[in-house]
């Protein structure tokens, strides 16, 4: 018999196989998330919603001399948040409001066959991405190596961001930090649709952050993909961009 999981959540956020760290100080720590989702449908309506699969997250935390790796499998996976600010992510490693000091944040998730969709003015749609906002990193090596497959994923409404296999640290501080990209895209559909909309594949991307003693090695392939921003924004795929 064939299964498929749904999850569905209205006014707030769901989570599928996903680890969250959240208002706490972690040391000496190793988080590993292995999760397995196969045809799972997930989705997070209204203001702020979040739906979040085969992810990790670290908000408002510290986070001193640990090790976090997302090697989460996403197979056939319908993902969806949809309202002002609302994030949808598949695979991912997203980190807002934190410090992190002398930690190894690796993204090895594989995405086959996945619909990722974030719907709303200030939408973020991110698929096998490591995402780094309004935080402090010191000392710290982000290696995103997520394999993406057959993936379409989209960001629609103003403002919006839609990243594939990408690493991007914004609005924050970046001090002796090492951001290596492996990812490998192949067959991927990504769109970011509406003014000032930005859609990202195998690239990284640092923007409005202070940066000293920063390396940045991006060696991602890129095959048979389709990437577009509509809108007045910016489009890359395979590049390094510092705004």
Not at 226 to 231: D, Q, R, T
Request: glycine share 10%; aromatic share 2%.
């Amino acid at each position: 018999m064939k299964k498929t999981i749904i999850f569905f959540l209205i006014m707030g956020s769901v989570f599928c196989s996903y680890v969250a760290l959240a208002q706490s100080e972690v040391k000496k720590t190793t988080i590993n998330n292995k999760a397995l989702n196969n045809k799972v449908i997930n989705a997070a309506i209204g203001s702020k919603a979040t739906a979040n699969v085969g992810s990790v997250s670290i908000k408002e935390s510290k986070v001193t001399g640990s090790k976090i790796s997302n090697k989460s499998s996403n197979n056939k996976v319908i993902n969806a948040a949809i309202g002002h600010n609302s994030i949808a992510n598949t695979g991912s490693v997203n980190v807002k409001k934190a410090k992190i000091n002398k930690t190894k944040i690796n993204n090895r998730s594989k995405n086959r066959g996945v619909v990722n969709v974030a719907i709303g003015s200030n939408a973020e749609a991110n698929v096998g991405s490591i995402n780094v906002s309004r935080a402090t990193v010191s000392g710290t090596k982000l290696s995103n190596k997520s394999l993406n497959s057959g993936v379409i994923n989209a960001a629609i409404g103003s403002k919006t961001s839609a990243n594939v296999g990408s690493i991007n640290v914004s609005r924050g501080k970046a001090n002796s930090a090492n951001i290596s990209n492996k990812s490998i895209n192949v067959g991927v559909v990504n769109a970011a649709i509406g003014g000032g909309a930005t859609a990202n594949v195998g690239s990284v991307n640092v923007s409005n952050t202070n940066v000293s003693g920063l390396t940045i090695h991006n060696a991602s392939v890129n095959a048979g993909t389709v990437n577009l921003a509509i809108g007045g924004g910016s489009s890359d795929s395979g590049s390094v961009n510092i705004e």
